[in-house]
């Protein structure tokens, strides 16, 4: 049965880095459409938790072509990062099909083969904009079938309603479970697990500063010199003010990891036992790449080879927005303009080659 839709340019995913995307291919008049599974815009920012915050402010976290507009509080708000990108997607009609869920990409003479919940689509080239949301990481612990008491990650962590006076264990040491501890500990007994102290940023570096780092380290990289920048990554712990508050608190204690679950709590490597009734996961995201299952391009770790964001192994398919592997802070909404002002470049380049080729 052949294709019944074609598009010089599939992009599959429809959050920030998909957008960002998108701009640049339509400022190059190219042929392109935007799958994205959610009903409504917005990625993975639709399923944070309701006090999430940025760690940048504002204008350190546009998109291409047009400066977020400044929330009420300088640091801002996940419905003001939504809203945002709403009036993004709106701003510069990008071609978006939602809700469309490419399930499948496969090789075929004529292109590229993507199956989605609204049709199959015909391609030159692909770009897997998926983000991370969907692969939440837990790793594995000693007696975890036992435990009787909530699991939950911090994808799917929306408020600390339901907690009140219990007994919370928040794993994890970055950004997620310091902003998550900050808010739990005010109405439950939380303990904070990580596998080692924490990195908090010192009050004055936030996102911006991470953000220039990361440029001078990619500046470095490209001109082949040593990396210039001090320590502090985007994992590193930002104090947005929810995070300072919960350090004048002193409720930013952290403990190693427990040796293992027991039906109703953990027992430590003390041997001491400790009742706990949930468990918070804050332990991060795998890339959300099954889509791509059908064009073997995975490695052993479960990325892709890319040459920047092109896949080495198939070279109609770009990766953006995935994180250092794909370009530095490219999982970031002002991280991303980069790689993906790159990726349309390299785009137009190769649809170009093709013209050139079928003309003469
Ligand atoms: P997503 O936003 O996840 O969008 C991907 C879209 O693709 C989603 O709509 C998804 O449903 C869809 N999709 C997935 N699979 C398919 C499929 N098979 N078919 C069709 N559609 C599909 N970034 C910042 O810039 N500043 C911050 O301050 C910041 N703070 C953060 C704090 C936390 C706690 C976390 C977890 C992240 C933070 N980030 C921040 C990072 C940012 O939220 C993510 O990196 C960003 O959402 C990634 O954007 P994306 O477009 O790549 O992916």
Redesign the pocket.
């Known amino acids: 049965m052949l294709p019944s839709l074609k598009a010089d340019v599939c992009v599959?995913?429809?959050?920030?880095?998909?957008?960002a995307v998108a701009y640049f291919l339509r400022r190059g008049s190219i042929d392109y459409v935007v799958?994205?599974?959610?009903p409504m815009p917005?990625?993975?920012?639709?399923h944070?938790w309701n006090s999430?915050?940025?760690?940048?402010p504002a204008q350190w976290?546009s998109l291409p072509g047009w400066l977020m507009p400044p929330d009420t509080e300088e640091?801002p708000s996940r419905d003001h990062v939504i809203q945002y990108l709403a009036e993004y997607e709106r701003r510069y009609q990008f071609h978006v099909h939602r809700p469309?869920?490419?399930?499948s990409v496969r090789r075929s003479d004529a292109g590229l083969l993507v199956e989605?919940s609204q049709g199959r689509w015909l391609a030159k080239a692909v770009v897997s904009?998926?983000?991370?949301?969907?692969k939440p990481y837990i790793p594995e612990y000693p007696g975890q079938s036992l435990f009787q008491g909530r699991q939950l990650h911090?994808a799917n962590y929306r408020n600390s309603n339901d907690l009140q006076c219990k007994n919370v264990l928040v794993i994890g040491g970055?950004?997620?479970g310091a902003?998550i501890l900050a808010e739990v500990s005010q109405v439950c007994n939380a303990t904070w697990v990580t596998l080692e102290e924490p990195l908090f940023l010192p009050d004055e570096v936030d996102?911006r500063v991470l953000f220039e780092r990361a440029t001078a380290r990619w500046k470095a990289r490209s001109e082949g010199r040593p990396d210039p920048a001090p320590i502090g990554g985007l994992g590193d712990i930002?104090m947005v003010p929810s995070v300072k508050e919960a350090r004048a608190r002193g409720a930013l204690h952290t403990v190693r990891p427990f040796s293992r679950f027991e039906r109703d709590g953990v027992v430590w490597p003390d041997g001491s036992f400790s009742p706990v009734d949930v468990v918070i996961w804050c332990t991060g995201?795998r890339p959300?790449l099954?889509?791509l299952d059908a064009l073997e391009v995975h490695e052993s770790n479960g990325l892709v080879a890319t040459d920047g964001t092109r896949a080495k192994r198939e070279q109609r398919l770009w990766l953006?927005?995935?994180?250092e592997w794909t370009g530095f802070a490219s999982?970031?909404?002002?991280?991303?303009m980069r790689s993906a002002r790159e990726t349309a470049n390299q785009i137009a380049q190769f649809l170009s080659t093709i013209r050139e080729g079928s003309a003469s």
């Open positions: 599959i995913g429809g959050g920030q880095s998909a957008l799958l994205d599974d959610q917005g990625g993975a920012w639709q944070t999430l915050r940025l760690f940048s976290s640091y469309a869920r490419v399930s989605s904009a998926t983000g991370t949301w969907r911090s970055g950004n997620s902003q996102g930002v995201f959300a099954d889509h953006v927005g995935y994180g999982a970031t909404l002002i991280g991303v």
